[in-house]
T-cell receptor
Framework: GAGVSQSPSNKVTEKGKDVELRCDPI?????LYWYRQSLGQGLEFLIY????????KSGLPSDRFSAERTGGSVSTLTIQRTQQEDSAVYLC?????????????FGSGTRLTVV | AQTVTQSQPEMSVQEAETVTLSCTYD???????LFWYKQPPSRQMILVIR??????QNATENRFSVNFQKAAKSFSLKISDSQLGDAAMYFC?????????????FGGGTRLMVKP
C-alpha cells in the first residue's frame, strides 16, 4: 500500500477484555515496529520485527502483550485482559530495511481506551 | 543505553517568527542518525529532517534546519517563518543498532504552539 495502515482507528473496550490491533506496513518494508504513546507522552518502544529474524520483544511491558507478523507483512498486537493503564495510542511503523539511513514511516495509530 | 532528552515540554512562537527546539542525546557510538518528527493532531508522525553524525554540514529542508553539535551531543531544530500549520508535537529521535537490528529512540516531545 501507499502508507502504513492501522485498524481500528479507535477502540473502546471494557477492562479485562482482549483486544487485537492490526498494522499493514508498506509493501516491501522488511522492518516493522510497534510503539505506545500515552497521553501527552513520548513514544515507548514495544516490539520490532525484521524479516524472518526472531522479533525483539524487549519493550513489551508484560506478558499480557504479544505480537505476531504473518508472512512478513501484516502484524497484530494483542493485549489480553486489558487494564486501564493500557489506554494509549498504539503506533505502528515500517522501514525499508535495517539500514539506519532510513527513518520510519508511521501509521496514524490506534487509540485504545479501556473503561 | 542511548537516551534522548527534550527539555522544553512546550514552546510558543508568533507566526512568521523563528523558533528553536532543543534536543540532547547520550551515546557512545560514533556513527548514527538523528531525526526530527512532527506529530500533528491527526497522530501521524511525519519525518521533518534527518542528520548523519559523520556529516559536519547541518541538514536543511526548506524552512527547517538543524544545529548539530556532535561534541556537545546536541541536535536542535530551527523553524523559520513559522506558519500556523507548524503547530504540533515535535519529537527528536536517535537511531542505533542493537543486537536484533536497529531502533529509533525518541525524546519526550515538545509541543509547539503558533500564535497568529
Amino acid at each position: 500500500g501507499a502508507g502504513v495502515s492501522q485498524s481500528p482507528s479507535n477502540k473502546v473496550t471494557e477492562k479485562g477484555k482482549d483486544v487485537e490491533l492490526r498494522c499493514d506496513p508498506i509493501s516491501g518494508h522488511t522492518a516493522l515496529y510497534w510503539y505506545r504513546q500515552s497521553l501527552g507522552q513520548g513514544l515507548e518502544f514495544l516490539i520490532y520485527f525484521q524479516g524472518n529474524s526472531a522479533p525483539d520483544k524487549s519493550g513489551l511491558p508484560s506478558d499480557r502483550f504479544s505480537a505476531e507478523r504473518t508472512g512478513g507483512s501484516v502484524s497484530t498486537l494483542t493485549i489480553q485482559r486489558t487494564q486501564q493503564e493500557d489506554s494509549a495510542v498504539y503506533l505502528c511503523a515500517s522501514s525499508q530495511s535495517g539500514d539506519r539511513r532510513y527513518g520510519y514511516t508511521f501509521g496514524s495509530g490506534t487509540r485504545l481506551t479501556v473503561v | 543505553a542511548q537516551t534522548v532528552t527534550q527539555s522544553q515540554p512546550e514552546m510558543s512562537v508568533q507566526e512568521a517568527e523563528t523558533v528553536t527546539l532543543s534536543c540532547t542525546y547520550d551515546t557512545s557510538e560514533s556513527d548514527y542518525y538523528l531525526f526530527w518528527y512532527k506529530q500533528p493532531p491527526s497522530r501521524q508522525m511525519i519525518l521533518v529532517i534527518r542528520q548523519e553524525a559523520y556529516k559536519q554540514q547541518n541538514a536543511t529542508e526548506n524552512r527547517f534546519s538543524v544545529n548539530f553539535q556532535k561534541a556537545a551531543k546536541s541536535f536542535s531544530l530551527k523553524i523559520s517563518d513559522s506558519q500556523l500549520g507548524d503547530a504540533a508535537m515535535y519529537f527528536c529521535a536517535y537511531r542505533y543498532y542493537n543486537n536484533a537490528g536497529n531502533m529509533l529512540t525518541f525524546g519526550g516531545g515538545t509541543r509547539l504552539m503558533v500564535k497568529p
